[in-house]
Structure formats: C-alpha cells, structure tokens
C-alpha cells in the first residue's frame, strides 16, 4: 500500500497540532504553580533573537493550515496573529484543526506535482506538491512545534518526549 499525499499531510497535521495544545496546557499548569502570567510564559523566548512562544505555535499552525489549503489548490484561509492569552493561543490551534479537517483525500491527493508558488520577502520560491509537503511544509511545522516544547521545557515544563509524539 502506498502512502498518500492526504495520509502524510492532513492527519500528520493534525496530531502535531493536537500534540502542541497537550503540551501547552501543561506548560500553562507549571506557569499558573509559579505565579506565572500567561502574557509572560506566550513571551517567552530561548535566545533574545528567537521568536517568542506564541510566535511559534502561530506559525505552527498557518504551516499546518496554508500547507493543507495550497496542497488542495485553494486559497489559504488567514489568521489573525492577536493571541495574547493561553485561551486564545488553544483557540487558534482548535481552529486550525478544524480547518485542517475540511479537507478531503480527493482535494489533496494527487497534488504530488501541483505547481506551489510562495511570495516570501526574499523572493518566490517554487515547489512540486510532494517536494512542497515533505521538504518544506513539515520540517516547518515540527521545526515550531519541537521550539515551543524547547521553550516550555527551559521554562521548567516537566513534559518529555511521549507528551511531544503523543499516543498513536
């Protein structure tokens, strides 16, 4: 049996994004124990150079949800990057799941050689659907996802690898 361009997107998506919320939460139980403010904890950040927190898991997302569109060949839904609160960043991520989960295998597979085009501010870059998915759209989405674990973990999380993977 092989492996589907719908099978290696949209339930991979999914699990990370659902994956990233878990550790979240306990993040914000370990920030709510200490007297930490959730304004605080989303601004957290592992080098003053890096992206804080509630950068990552908005870019998390839109990798999730504008990969999931573009291999579908529609138009990216957009989100709004106002998250200041834990409720509001758990929000964000239930709302790209949904979104993820409008997407059908017939939308998706077969979107192996569709021409993807991003306009980045370096310039376009041009993909091959399956090139697209595999070399650009999930690295990003667990590049962001594994940086928020790093982030919350510094903060002193007790979170582990089996809260990152989840159950399968």
């Not at 949209?10 to 994956?19: Q, S």
């Not at 939308?107 to 659907?129: A, N, P, W, Y």
């Amino acid at each position: 049996m092989t492996l589907s361009m719908y099978q290696a997107s949209v339930p991979v998506f999914i699990r990370a994004l659902g994956n990233l919320k878990h550790v979240l939460q306990k993040g914000a139980e370990h920030a709510k124990a200490k007297s930490v403010a959730d304004e605080v904890l989303l601004q957290t950040r592992l080098i003053p150079d890096m992206l804080p927190l509630v950068k990552q898991v908005q870019i998390a997302a839109d990798m999730a949800t504008r990969g999931s569109a573009r291999l579908a060949g529609v138009e990216p839904k957009s989100f709004e990057d106002n998250e200041t609160t834990l409720e509001q960043v758990y929000a964000r991520i239930d709302s790209a799941i949904e979104y993820i989960k409008t997407f059908k295998p017939e939308q998706i597979d077969g979107s192996e050689g569709r021409s993807i085009v991003l306009k980045m501010r370096t310039g376009e870059m041009t993909f091959e659907g399956q090139a697209y998915l595999l070399g650009f759209v999930i690295p990003n989405v667990f590049f962001h996802c594994t940086t928020a674990y790093n982030i919350l973990r510094e903060a002193g999380t007790e979170i582990g690898k089996m809260d990152f993977i989840g159950q399968a």
